[in-house]
């Protein structure tokens, strides 16, 4: 399974970011899929997931402001950031596993190289 990240840049405050990853190897509607991030010198946390039935979970932090989704056609599960801020800063990773459901213990088998965004003030 290969994961591939893809839409990472510099915005400004308050400004949006899509950022997409793609499967080889790997279904994605079969299986959970996460988004994750890790600033520097801060440990990776969890962002957002979608489970194989297409329910999604965020974090506190980003509630309202991020959006996950998922196009089965395509083969890729997409992360709408919306009124970026400073704090969103951070190389963001895309992960799956063997899990249909998310949940809070769930610790990913496969993970992605990561896109950099970093948000202005």
């Known amino acids: 399974v290969q994961l591939q990240a893809s839409g990472g840049g510099l915005v400004q405050a308050g400004g949006s970011l899509r950022l997409s990853c793609a499967a080889s190897g790997r279904t994605f509607s079969r299986y959970a899929v996460g988004w994750f991030r890790q600033a520097p010198g801060k440990e990776r946390e969890f962002v957002a997931a979608i489970s194989g039935n297409s329910s999604t979970y965020y974090a506190d932090s980003v509630k309202g402001r991020f959006t996950i989704s998922r196009d089965n056609a395509k083969n890729t599960v997409s992360l709408q950031m919306n009124s970026l801020k400073p704090e969103d800063t951070a190389v963001y990773y895309c992960?799956?596993?063997?899990?249909?459901?998310?949940?809070?213990?769930?610790?990913?088998?496969?993970w992605g190289q990561g896109t950099q965004v970093t948000v202005s003030s």
């Open positions: 992960a799956t596993g063997s899990r249909y459901y998310y949940s809070p213990t769930w610790n990913p088998d496969y």
